[in-house]
């Protein structure tokens, strides 16, 4: 259940009503968010596992923690 405690802060959006005041804004938003895509898809850095950045992150967060009770 706490897995889903992020749902309640996120506000539903109707699929009909867009979050850009005019479709010029939508469209720019468009292309900018495929560019940052198709660079980020061709860039020459490995790919990392999800699972394995997740790892990563659970270990910052125990340190973080470990610390925090030492103090």
């Known amino acids: 259940m706490a897995g889903l405690a992020w749902k309640r802060f996120v506000k539903k959006q109707s699929p009909i009503v867009s979050e850009f005041e005019t479709q010029e804004q939508a469209g720019r938003y468009e292309c900018w968010f495929r560019a940052k895509v198709n660079t980020s898809m061709n860039a020459a850095i490995p790919n990392v596992p999800h699972n394995e950045v997740m790892a990563g992150a659970r270990k ?4 973080s923690n470990n610390r925090r009770r030492l103090a």
């Open 60 to 63: 910052v967060i125990e340190k």
